[in-house]
């Protein structure tokens, strides 16, 4: 009887720590929410200051070992409903009506980011995985992309952390460079709203810089970010079967289909619902209220998932392998931003 009552003790304290662990990324990314509503740090947005958030509550005080499968519990399973319910902001039909130059410039920027930063990454001696993150994160979408892809190319929770926070601190940088830059850059608004859109890291971002511009740069820098934002999906697909090949590079294809189960696959099937999700918001199906509160969940969930990859986060380890990674991710950012530029001048669209 003894020993029974010592196992359901353990299973008390272990289920008490899950909830612990999770309500403890919940409080910090409420607290980013509302951090996030103050001057200034409106800038960095609510993804941004969770992961940071994360990463001081580490650094303070050590996180109880019976938190940590809540703490993994948010960073990995609710980041994915979150991404998935995240597909409620993109509308398909923006995309279609940004036109093609738009999309060309969308397609070639993230193109021609990734493979510089992780060209970059590999010249300063960055682990793969954390070079790949901090490219398509610069590349894609900031710490969104980066969680995205982490699961595809197997990335360790440290590695994602890193990734994330190193991106989101880059495109906080840009944000406040590219308002005092803007008179410099002899854009008309709309052609600044293409360029903020094109070229900056977090949708946080891109509204923060257009912003003060006028509503017009404001909605075309979020047309244009939401046309970067798709291109998330077929890149995941690809470092999937990329991260899949280097795992089995003797495989012919046919014997690893037929002996993995479906699961195993790597196709980032929270992806598919992200666009499932994306479809219902085109076709209307649900009232404007209703889709307000989802995304407003979406993000809340996302901020769990990055406040639990803050946590991971040893900042003698971020100082280690950070610092490489963010020198890389900020040389690919200037090519970024002056490749978006040119091409903006180039189509004739500033």
Known sequence: ???????????????????????????????????????????????????????????????????VSGISFSSKKLLRYGIILLGMRLNLHDILHAGPKVAVISILNVAITIFVVYGIAKWFKVEKNLGLLTACGTGICGAAAVVAIAPQIKAKDEEAAIGAATVAILGTIFTIAYTL????????????????????????????????????????????????????????????????????????????????????????????????????????IIPNDLTNLIIVTAYLLIAMAMAGLGLTVDTASFRQKGLKAFAAGFIGSVILSLTGYALIRMFGLG
């Open 181 to 284: 830059l803007y008179p410099f850059l002899h854009l008309s608004s709309s052609g600044y709203g293409i360029f903020a859109g094109a070229t900056l890291h977090e949708i946080a971002h891109v509204i923060a810089a257009a912003e003060p511009v006028n509503k017009e740069a404001v909605d075309l820098a979020v047309m244009v970010k939401l046309t970067r934002v798709a291109l998330l999906v077929p890149v995941a697909v690809l470092m999937g079967f990329w991260a899949n090949r280097q795992s089995y590079p003797n495989d012919t294809g046919n014997r690893t289909l037929n002996t993995r189960s479906c699961k195993a696959l790597p196709i980032p099937w929270f992806i598919l619902g992200f666009l499932i999700m994306s479809a219902v918001n085109t076709m209307h």
């Open 1 to 67: 009887m003894s020993q029974i009552y010592v196992l359901q003790q353990e299973n008390h304290k272990e289920k008490r720590g899950f909830l612990s662990g999770i309500a403890l990324t919940l409080i910090l990314a409420l607290a980013a929410k509302y951090a996030a509503s103050f001057p200034l740090l409106n800038i960095m947005g609510q993804l941004v200051l969770a992961i940071l958030l994360g990463m001081i509550w580490r650094a303070i005080r050590n996180v109880s070992e019976h938190m």
